[in-house]
């Protein structure tokens, strides 16, 4: 029987499914291509199909590690030694999602990609893969997990992805400090209110007109959907799209203010 967790989160989808609009119902040039052109877009590469395979092997992998939270925590499997499949099984985003990424990275052409939260590397694939020029930057706060995931990059030779491990409020601070500016920024590390907005405030004193930030789990807790309903209401952000498992955030002051909810 569904906790009250878990019914929440089904009451929260029935809603999104109820509220959200496709391409019909987007008025606004900028959305309705990206909806058309990225969101909706099914199209396959290549590369889409080596990396499914590492995600498949992650899935099999039975070797256990110390696995460190320093996030909320997982809702399914709180125990501090664990496999590597289970990992893969309750952290890993659905291949869906992870396609997105590529598509966004591919249609706005980042020159460097920050993403908060590693886990086993897959999502840091398909982010790097777009084109070798791009360099993405990783941030993982369990060194055993960052470790399986160097094997992954390694094994893909992926030499535009750096890793930074340790407590992201320790180790992205510096890395701000040092950047002139932040093209693209995915967050998936702690899923509770304050670190969010904590890496969303530190990420957007770099951010720039054509910046875009992608949040994971927006629906996930009440305090991630806390935190989204307030990184929508900063003067600073302009659009935001609601796809339920994530949220994107665009800065650009020519787009007029609003929220979108789109079936995705």
Known sequence: MPNIEQLRIIFRYISYWL???????LQPPFAYRLYTSVIKRKEQYPIFEDIEKSRKELLADQREISFSELGAGSKVNPRKKRQIKDIARNSLTPAKFSELLFRLVAHFKPHIILELGTSLGINTLYLA?????????TFEGCPETAAISQELFQKHSSENIEVITGDISATLPPFINQVEKVDFVYFDANHRLEPTLNYFNICLSKAHTNSIFIFDDIHWSREMEEAWKQIKENPKVTMTMDLFNSGLVFFDPDLKKQHYTLMF
């Open 19 to 25: 509220n959200a609009i496709d391409e019909h119902s």
């Open 129 to 137: 893969k777009v084109r070798k020029e791009v360099k993405v930057i």
